[in-house]
């Protein structure tokens, strides 16, 4: 295989680098809010809290545990499918098991 050589002349790049350096001075951060928001966290942290409403708190419990119980739902449903699907209909042992919590519960 053969190919052809190059006869052209190379491109010819006619520009100047630039001389100017790059200069970036970083401004402080400055909010109306700021100052409110960091007193008022200060005074909660200082005071024996740790800088959560109460109300924020009950409300990320109750996503906690939503989100655990739904959890614990997709769990059981999992594992009820795959007994279903091998032609079980409860998984083995929950005849003793449920025997054994009516047992202790003082259920007959």
Known sequence: MELPSFDLAPPVIDIDAPTGTFRFAKQAYE??????LGETLENDL???GYGHDTDDEIRAWGRAVDRQESQRRQTVDEASRAFVS??????PGAPFRRHRWRHTAGLR
């Open 86 to 91: 091998r032609r079980f209909s409860q998984p």
């Open 31 to 36: 909010s109306a809010r700021l100052g409110v």
């Open 46 to 48: 200082t005071s024996g």
